[in-house]
């Protein structure tokens, strides 16, 4: 089994900052994208930020130049550093990878069960 498991959500006033992290466990042989998404209440989830294997990031517009996402390969983990925080970011925020687990063939999309971040004075 895998597990994909968030934490670093929480309340922050408007222009400040939060760093989630995400940590992959189980029978992991391989992790390719990796993705943060958000979930509004009343709104579609969408995709926040992306980081491929090899380090190549891209993000959605309403987040570019405020929001960070990286990675350690060797901890298996993913990060999103989000400054200058508004409340239009309040959501919860879900971690995504495609991985692959030991001695199972093909590539599977995994899904942690969300942080929430609230963006409030």
């Known amino acids: 089994q895998v597990q994909l498991v968030e934490s670093g959500g929480g309340l922050v006033q408007p222009g400040g900052s939060l760093r989630l992290s995400c940590a992959a466990s189980?029978?992991?042989?391989?992790?390719?994208?990796m993705y943060w998404y958000r979930q509004a209440p009343g709104k579609q989830r969408e995709l926040v930020a992306v980081?491929?294997?090899?380090?190549?990031?891209r993000y959605a517009d309403s987040v570019k130049g405020r929001f960070t996402i990286s990675r350690d390969n060797a901890k298996k983990a993913v990060y999103l550093q989000m400054n200058s925080l508004k409340p239009e970011d309040t959501a919860v925020y879900y971690c995504?990878?495609?991985?692959?687990?030991?001695?199972?063939?093909?590539?599977?999309?995994?899904w942690g069960q969300g942080t929430q971040v609230t963006v409030s004075s």
């Open positions: 189980g029978s992991i042989f391989s992790i390719n994208g």
């Open positions: 995504n990878a495609d991985i692959g687990r030991v001695g199972v063939p093909g590539i599977y999309n995994y």
């Open positions: 980081i491929a294997s090899g380090g190549t990031t």
